[in-house]
């Protein structure tokens, strides 16, 4: 099983980046997909995800009308299109797979990509 999260990069405040998760080792329509992002200092914390079954969505206050997250399933691609980047963006942002969409532990995670928002 591998996730791989790429499309980070340099943006600037107000400007939109999208990220894009290919997995392996297993499908799109068994596993919940999450993104995540850590800035240095601050705890990780999730700002999207997709169920399997229905492709239903959830995303935090932080990310709500400016975080949009959508699949592929036949090309086992995730993508996170973010808006109006703020500069409280920039973090490392992963991807994660869980089995179990109403259980808050993933099982398996990605290398991140990193995103730079400049005012």
């Known amino acids: 099983v591998q996730l791989q999260a790429s499309g980070g990069g340099l943006a600037q405040a107000g400007g939109s980046l999208r990220l894009s998760c290919v997995v392996s080792g297993f499908t799109l329509d068994r596993y919940a997909i999450g993104w995540f992002r850590q800035a240095p200092g601050k705890e990780r914390e999730e700002v999207a995800c997709?169920?399997?079954?229905?492709?239903?969505?959830y995303y935090p206050a932080s990310a709500k009308g400016r975080f949009t997250i959508s699949r592929d399933v036949g090309n086992s691609r995730v993508y996170l299109e973010m808006t109006t980047l703020q500069t409280e963006d920039s973090a490392i942002y992963f991807c994660?797979?869980?089995?179990?969409?109403?259980?808050?532990?993933?099982?398996?995670w990605g290398q991140g990509t990193q995103v730079t928002v400049s005012s």
């Open positions: 997709i169920a399997s079954s229905d492709a239903k969505t």
């Open positions: 994660a797979a869980k089995s179990n969409w109403y259980r808050g532990k993933y099982d398996y």
